[in-house]
């Protein structure tokens, strides 16, 4: 897979061995791996905390969440739903609309090694991209990257597409706006010509001709 297309995630599980299982899952998967501890820690490295972050994310884009889903502190579930309906505030305390929104389109996995339908449910009606059981295998990360390989494609094809209709939008503006010049300035030198004194000289004889007739 080429570097421009290697895929970052962030992997959240308060186990220890889970968390180097998934880390090593995503690495063979040729994904960029960032793995914390807790909902916290992952609210801190996506700067969702509402305070300054050491961690911080560094301008690098995070192209796939996977949590687990029972965690002290924070579950996975409360995880999700803070990232969905996320809102970041700058340094000055102002509202960044456009990161929020991005980092809410971000994809949630959830991990679990129960089974728990009402659980399941939850989660997909949240807004997770899936609910994954433990022991998580290497097919279901490779399917995951390929999803999200896809899904960033389609992306990059719908920006194209609109970047190519802003353009013609505003070839088409720029044209009437000329046709729309040439048209006034036609207008004008037509009105100029015919409030000049030669003009009105030149119709006098007429006039006179008019009225001896």
Partial sequence: MEMAQELHVLAVDDSH????????????SCCKVTAVESG?????????????????IDGLKVNLILTDYSMPGMTGYELLKKIKSSLTVNDAFILVEQESSVLSKIPVVIMSSEKILPRIDRCLEEGAEEFLLKPVKLSDVKRLRDFILR??????????????QVCSRKRKFQDDL????????VVTVHDIELSSPESSESQQPLSKQSKIG
């Fill in 17 to 28: 061995v889970d968390r180097k299982v998934i880390e090593r899952l995503l690495k063979i």
């Fill in 40 to 56: 916290t820690r992952a609210l801190q490295y996506l700067g969702l905390d509402g305070e300054k972050s050491s961690m911080g």
């Fill in 151 to 164: 899904g960033e494609g389609d992306d990059n094809k719908e920006t194209e597409k609109n970047i190519k």
């Fill in 178 to 185: 000329a046709t729309q010049s040439m048209l006034s300035a």
